[in-house]
């Protein structure tokens, strides 16, 4: 009996032990998994790195990159257009001008009523719809007569019309494509991006595809100015607020423009405008120095995408690629850490974590999470994700949109340092203390700019710590919204036909 119970006693004692051992085990193994998380975390935060150093000279390269561009044709990866936009609206401007934007989520019509007061409010209407998808790969005609029909029923619903002697009708065409422009309302589609692709267009000119729908249909509207989206956002700004130089986008792509001397526009000699600038539209989606800090997620998404050693800036920067910036990093920490076991194969699938996602996901307050815990489980089909790992997965968020925001302050910077409004007295340098600073308003717009609060505030911080607080103080971001579209009605007006200012080639 004695014996029989001494031997159950040291039964228990040996399950106890193994059970015991297996616990350890089992701690030792998940910490050892929970160390390779933190490693791929750590690692990806060095890559992103962008102290004020490096960001100072991301500033530089663009300055520098800005003068090759201007200097010759192909000089550099930054395009820096001529747009012939050299009459920004400033708020003197009366009547009614309608605007087209194609190239955008949504192709919209405008109709914008001008006072004359830059105060008064700009009354405008606008309607929005999608490009049915077999027109975006049909031909320029079916296009074209699209949109002359969209903007002909728009038309229709104003009434009759009366105010509105209809000879003088005119319009802004917001064409969000890279154009060689020849004037503010000519200029040929250099090619097809977001998913375009019409191929009698490329070469053609865009307005007049534009002028002869409009006239099959019966319109007598004139396109006044074809725009980037950029400018149109720098024209509505600069109606707003004459002290606007500057505008960038960052929604689905980004880009800037800005207010250039004519005379520094050297691969263009001889050319004479009224004010004596000209916006030039960089095509900074493109830009690429070898400071920027780039991660393999980043090399892997590029050699991935269909534009491989293109757009490098925007593929760091812009909504189409944060959210598959995040979910590459997500894949590679699960991968290698096996921490949350076999994983669905909706996480190796590109871009199905949006920025949108990513953004909720970033901003998630929630003290467990559960905004994250929900996007995990319904978009990458990842169920139970300890809240520690939840709380990685922010992080991530973090580091990829604060590179972002930086690098996008950084292009900023470098825009202002081209045209001497950075403070130190323009790219051959000179002493802070001899420079007056001039108020300096930058347009900022897109998706990431309006709807992504801790973009906007990473946006801002990195802008003071370039420019340091007493430089900042004078330059102010200010979001507009639409004026991709109003814009472009704005400019209609600033360059309508009826106005005698010109660009003159010597
Ligand atoms: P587009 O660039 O097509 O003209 P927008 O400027 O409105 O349009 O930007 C839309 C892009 O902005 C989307 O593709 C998306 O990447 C991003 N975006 C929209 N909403 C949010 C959001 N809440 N958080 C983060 N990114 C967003
Ligand atoms: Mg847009």
Redo the contacts with the bound molecule.
């Keep these: 009996m004695g014996r029989a119970v001494v031997g159950v006693a040291v039964g228990l004692a040996a399950v106890a032990c193994t059970v015991a051992a297996v616990a350890v085990g089992r701690r030792m193994r998940s910490r050892g998994k929970w160390k390779r998380v933190v490693r791929v975390l750590r690692e990806v935060e060095e890559g992103c790195e962008s102290s004020v150093g490096r960001l100072r000279q991301v500033v530089d390269a663009m300055a520098v990159e800005m003068h090759a561009g201007l200097a010759s044709e192909g000089g550099s990866k930054l395009k820096m257009l001529l747009t012939y936009v050299h009459n920004l609206p400033n708020g003197t401007e009366k009547g009614t001008y309608y605007a087209l934007h194609l190239g955008?989520?949504n192709f919209r019509v405008l109709r914008v009523h001008l006072h004359g007061q830059q105060s008064s409010l700009l009354e405008h209407e606008v309607e929005r719809q999608p490009i049915p998808q077999h027109l975006m790969t049909s031909t320029s005609e079916d296009l074209f007569d699209f949109i002359a029909s969209s903007l002909k029923e728009f038309i229709e619903k104003e009434g009759d019309g009366s105010e509105l002697s209809l000879d003088r009708r005119e319009l802004g065409f917001t064409f969000s494509f890279p154009v060689k422009q020849m004037s503010v309302s000519s200029g040929i589609l250099i090619k097809w991006t977001k998913g375009f692709s019409i191929v009698d267009m490329e070469g053609i000119d865009v307005p007049g595809c534009l002028q002869e729908a409009l006239t099959r249909k019966g319109l007598d509207m004139k396109v006044a100015a074809l725009v980037n989206?950029t400018v149109g956002t720098l024209a509505l700004g600069h109606y707003h607020d004459s002290d606007t130089v500057a505008s960038v986008?960052v929604?689905?792509?980004t880009n800037a423009c800005y207010l250039e001397r004519v005379d520094a526009i050297i691969k263009c000699q001889g050319l004479l405008t009224t004010s004596g600038y000209m916006v030039v539209n960089m095509e900074w989606g493109n830009f690429w120095s070898s400071h920027l800090p780039r991660t393999s997620y980043d090399i892997d998404l590029d050699s991935e995408s269909p534009n491989p050693n293109d757009q490098g800036f925007e593929k760091m920067i812009s909504?189409?690629y944060l959210g598959d910036i995040v979910r590459r990093v997500i894949l590679r920490m699960l991968l290698e850490s096996d921490i949350i076991g076999p994983i669905s194969s909706k996480l190796s699938m590109p871009f199905i974590l949006?920025?949108?996602m990513m953004?909720a996901m970033h901003e998630d307050d929630s003290p467990d999470l559960r905004e994250v815990a929900r996007i995990l489980k319904d978009i990458l089909e990842i169920p139970e994700v300890p809240l520690k790992l939840r709380k990685v997965v922010v992080k991530v968020c973090d580091v990829v949109t604060r590179r972002a925001a930086r690098l996008a302050a950084a292009g900023i910077v470098g825009i202002l340092k081209k045209i001497g409004r950075d403070g130190s007295g323009g790219i051959t340098g000179g002493r802070r203390s001899d420079m007056k600073m001039k108020r300096t308003v930058v347009a900022v717009?897109?998706?990431?700019c309006s709807?992504?609060t801790l973009f906007r505030e990473y946006l801002h911080e990195a802008l003071n710590e370039i420019l340091g607080e007493d430089i900042a103080k004078h330059v102010i971001l200010k979001v507009t919204e639409d004026g991709?579209g109003i814009g472009a009605a704005l400019l209609a007006a600033s360059h309508s036909s009826y106005n005698l200012d010109t660009v003159q080639m010597l």
Aim: glycine residues 30%; charged residues 15%; aromatic residues 4%.
């Design positions: 955008g989520t989206d986008v929604g689905t792509g909504g189409m949006r920025t949108p953004s717009e897109g998706g990431l709807s992504y991709s």
